[in-house]
């Protein structure tokens, strides 16, 4: 089965600097790149047929509240506008979350450690970097922090202050997973302390991953998402049935790690298995595949 490359969103991570491209170790062939790499950047995809990509920041500074994330000065605010002046074709989706710029690590505002994560103050923040993005003209803003009421939240302050037309991508069944492994070298993401289960979902639990989706069709998503996606195609098949919304899937940093590191020895296996894992998750009935083999496959179907 082919391929349509308009279910494709490509993942870029954005660092200040000038003519910075740094691969990943742990990623082959995924780079963090400054802003006027960044436009190079889409130049290739818009020349690949690729018009949707998910922004990410590595920022230069961290603090234990994370303020910086909705910053004038943001990476991916000011990526966004690049962006979206130079390439008004291409959809741009930023990622709103707080774990690349907290000291700690974690996805949400931390008052008292013992406490975790305070849920007022984080829907704040969350909002704040929502609008800061759909003021630089994001076309979705993507919450990914699995705070509880983040849709709706996010979605009474971009009303409010007049960005009715900016969509929201919800991370919404994000299952606390082994697979982001490789994500957080590359985000400098990894938390400090403690681990990510207390708001990210217990991978064993079905019900609360369709409970969830359904809260964020209910507060507003636009689209919404299962995470990872190939140990989750049951869960992508089932909120394909339950739901006639749209849906997307991300197909995770180590699910790539994994298919780069096995292609070592086997190079010429490499577009048969990228192929084969797409399509299982566009048979299982996901509407868009969060990739970073999405540029391989592209060459690939161009050619
Ligand atoms: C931030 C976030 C993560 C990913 C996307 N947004 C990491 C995490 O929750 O630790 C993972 C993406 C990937 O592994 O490719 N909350």
Same mark, same amino acid.
């Given at each position: 089965?082919?391929?349509?490359l308009?279910?494709l969103i490509?993942?870029?991570?954005v660092?200040?600097g000038?003519?910075?491209?740094?691969?990943?170790?742990?990623?082959p062939? !995924?780079?963090?790149?400054?802003?006027?790499?960044?436009?190079?950047e889409? /130049?290739s995809?818009?020349? /690949?047929? #690729?018009?949707?990509?998910?922004?990410? @920041?590595?920022?230069?500074?961290?603090?234990?509240?994370?303020?910086?994330s909705?910053?004038d000065?943001n990476?991916?605010?000011?990526?966004?506008?690049?962006?979206?002046?130079?390439?008004?074709?291409?959809?741009?989706i930023?990622? !709103?979350?707080?774990?690349a710029?907290?000291?700690?690590g974690h996805c949400?505002?931390?008052k008292?450690?013992?406490?975790?994560?305070?849920?007022?103050?984080?829907?704040n923040?969350l909002?704040?970097?929502?609008?800061?993005?759909?003021?630089?003209?994001?076309?979705?803003?993507?919450?990914?922090?699995?705070?509880?009421?983040q849709?709706?939240?996010?979605?009474?302050?971009?009303?409010?202050n007049?960005?009715?037309?900016?969509k929201?991508?919800g991370?919404?069944?994000k299952?606390?997973s082994s697979?982001y492994?490789?994500?957080?070298?590359?985000?400098?993401?990894?938390p400090?302390?403690?681990?990510r289960?207390?708001y990210?979902?217990?991978?064993?639990d079905?019900?609360?991953?369709?409970?969830?989706?359904?809260?964020? +069709?209910?507060q @507003?998503?636009? +689209?919404?998402?299962?995470?990872?996606?190939?140990?989750?195609?049951?869960?992508?098949?089932?909120?394909?049935r339950k739901?006639?919304?749209?849906?997307?899937?991300?197909?995770?940093?180590?699910?790539?790690?994994?298919v780069?590191? @096995?292609?070592k020895?086997?190079?010429?296996l490499?577009?048969?298995i990228?192929?084969?894992?797409?399509?299982s998750i566009?048979?299982?009935g996901?509407?868009?595949?969060?990739?970073?083999?999405?540029?391989? #496959?592209?060459?690939?179907?161009?050619?």
């Amino acid at each position: 089965m082919a391929i349509n490359l308009n279910k494709l969103i490509y993942p870029l991570f954005v660092k200040k600097g000038r003519y910075l491209r740094e691969e990943i170790l742990s990623m082959p062939g !995924v780079y963090r790149v400054s802003p006027d790499m960044l436009l190079d950047e889409a /130049l290739s995809l818009q020349r /690949l047929g #690729i018009r949707q990509v998910l922004l990410f @920041g590595v920022p230069d500074k961290k603090d234990w509240q994370g303020k910086s994330s909705y910053a004038d000065k943001n990476i991916v605010a000011e990526s966004i506008k690049l962006l979206k002046k130079s390439f008004p074709g291409i959809t741009v989706i930023a990622d !709103v979350c707080l774990c690349a710029y907290t000291s700690h690590g974690h996805c949400g505002v931390i008052k008292d450690k013992k406490k975790g994560i305070d849920s007022r103050l984080t829907l704040n923040a969350l909002s704040r970097i929502a609008l800061s993005y759909a003021a630089r003209g994001a076309d979705y803003v993507a919450p990914s922090a699995m705070a509880k009421g983040q849709v709706r939240a996010i979605r009474k302050a971009l009303d409010k202050n007049g960005f009715r037309k900016t969509k929201i991508l919800g991370y919404s069944a994000k299952f606390a997973s082994s697979f982001y492994g490789p994500f957080r070298d590359i985000a400098k993401s990894s938390p400090r302390f403690g681990d990510r289960r207390a708001y990210q979902l217990d991978y064993t639990d079905r019900k609360t991953a369709l409970q969830r989706i359904e809260d964020d +069709i209910k507060q @507003g998503a636009d +689209i919404v998402m299962v995470k990872p996606a190939l140990g989750y195609l049951d869960i992508i098949k089932e909120a394909r049935r339950k739901f006639k919304w749209p849906l997307a899937a991300y197909n995770v940093s180590g699910e790539y790690a994994m298919v780069k590191n @096995g292609a070592k020895n086997h190079a010429w296996l490499e577009k048969d298995i990228v192929f084969e894992i797409i399509n299982s998750i566009n048979r299982a009935g996901a509407d868009f595949i969060i990739t970073y083999h999405a540029k391989d #496959i592209a060459k690939w179907v161009n050619n």
